[in-house]
Structures are given as structure tokens and as C-alpha cells.
């Protein structure tokens, strides 16, 4: 079974600043890994996903994450904060071609951007 | 609008009565999969279809849900007997299946249900 865990359930970053999410997760197969963020009131939107390939992939709004098979890490990171980047944000891993793809997620990271 | 649409968007109501959401997904996508999102936590998988048939049940749907998905297209999430316990948004999402890429979950914007 996969499962991922999100350290630190608030993250206070200021504007302008690096934001930095941790994910580690645990899967028997090879994964499929993604980070979704949910604006309050909504539904989740894809930020950015990882399935083979290049190992660093880029999404919307300027994030981008690594995998790391060693260290079964896919961290989030953007340069920049925005305000409009305070939101929630989830890491998820699922098993791929192997089976339904069923998403398992973290308990999330509620970001606050301080001006 | 041809995202993934949710109904109702919230519903009240008192413990031990019946609730019933809706689903509608994107009209080609194959699969559909329902979520439990509670406060503080992340979505749990519940269930997911293959056009009409569904394949998997998490633990967590005990026998007081059910769901289905009448002629793959639309699906239904039914409550009996709600508890507190069960307050909590219901995440619907939608993909298509098939070939050697993976298929995006798209999700709806859930429905949240409060117990009272």
C-alpha cells in the first residue's frame, strides 16, 4: 500500500520568499507522485505530477518538484511566494499502471504568506 | 462548463437521516472515484468505478454508504442512519483509463455534509 507523510501542518512563509514543502512517501511499486493544492471552499486542483521521466518536473504557477528515489522525497519548492499562493497543498502517491489508481494523500501543508 | 460538477454543494442535516449526494464527471472519463475529506486531514479514497462496475471499496465505506454509477455515467454517494463522525467534505474526481500514460484525476468541488 502507499502512503505519504507531510510534516508541519502550517507553514508561515513571507512574500517574496523560497516556500518549501516536504513529502516523503512509501509505495512496493514504482510511483506515480503529486502535489494538488485546494483553495478554500474548492475542489483540488493538479499542480504538478511526477510518473518517469525527468526526474525535476515543473507546474503552474512557477512550482516545481524533485523526485528522489533515495531518499523517497518529492519536495515542492518555488522561488517566490505570492500572495495568492496561500492555500492548502497536497502531496499524494498512487500506484500507477499497476492497479486502479487510487490516490493516497498527505494530511497537507496550510501555507500563510506574511506580507 | 465541462469540469466535474458536485450536488449539492452543502447539506445539513440531523443525525440518523438519509443523505444523498451526486456526481456528474467529465463526460468521456471512464472512471469515477469518491473521497472523504474530514478537517485537518487529507481525501481518503472510499470507492471507485469502471464505467458502471465498482471495483474497489475502502474500509472506511462502512454499510450504512453506498454508491453507484447507473449506466456509467452519473453516480450517486448515499448516507443511512448519518452520524457526526460522517461531517465531512465528499470528493468526487473523474479520469479516463487506457493506454501506457496516467490518467488525470480531475476533481469537483465536493460536497460538504454536516451532521448535526
Known amino acids: 500500500a502507499q502512503s505519504v507523510t507531510q510534516l508541519g501542518s502550517h507553514v508561515s512563509v513571507s512574500e517574496g520568499a523560497l516556500v518549501l514543502l516536504r513529502c516523503n512517501y512509501s509505495?512496493?511499486?514504482?510511483?506515480?507522485l503529486f502535489w494538488y493544492v485546494q483553495y478554500p471552499n474548492q475542489g483540488l486542483q493538479l499542480l504538478l505530477k511526477?510518473?518517469?521521466?525527468?526526474?525535476l518536473v515543473k507546474g503552474i504557477n512557477g512550482f516545481e518538484a524533485e523526485f528522489k528515489k533515495s531518499e523517497t522525497s518529492f519536495h515542492l519548492t518555488k522561488p517566490s511566494a505570492h500572495m495568492s499562493d496561500a492555500a492548502e497543498y497536497f502531496c499524494?502517491?498512487?500506484?500507477?499502471?499497476?492497479?486502479?489508481?487510487?490516490?493516497?494523500f498527505g494530511k497537507g501543508n496550510q501555507v500563510v504568506v506574511i506580507p | 462548463d465541462t469540469g466535474v460538477s458536485q450536488d449539492p454543494r452543502h447539506k445539513i442535516t440531523k443525525r440518523g437521516q438519509n443523505v444523498t449526494f451526486r456526481c456528474d464527471p467529465i463526460?468521456?472519463?471512464?472512471?469515477l472515484y469518491w473521497y472523504r475529506q474530514t478537517l485537518g486531514q487529507g481525501p481518503e479514497f472510499l470507492t471507485y468505478?469502471?464505467?458502471?462496475?465498482?471495483?474497489?471499496k475502502s474500509r472506511l465505506l462502512s454499510d450504512r454508504f453506498s454508491a453507484e454509477r447507473p449506466k456509467g455515467s452519473f453516480s450517486t454517494l448515499e448516507i443511512q442512519r448519518t452520524e457526526q463522525g460522517d461531517s465531512a467534505m465528499y470528493l468526487c474526481?473523474?479520469?479516463?483509463?487506457?493506454?501506457?500514460?496516467?490518467?488525470?484525476?480531475?476533481f469537483g468541488p465536493g460536497t460538504r455534509l454536516t451532521v448535526l
Open positions: 474526481a473523474s479520469s479516463t483509463i487506457g493506454g501506457s500514460s496516467y490518467n488525470e484525476q480531475f
Open positions: 509505495s512496493s511499486v514504482p510511483p506515480y
Open positions: 511526477y510518473t518517469t521521466g525527468a526526474t
Open positions: 499524494a502517491v498512487s500506484d500507477g499502471l499497476y492497479g486502479n489508481n487510487r490516490l493516497a
Open positions: 463526460s468521456e472519463h471512464n472512471r
Open positions: 468505478f469502471q464505467n458502471e462496475a465498482q471495483l474497489e
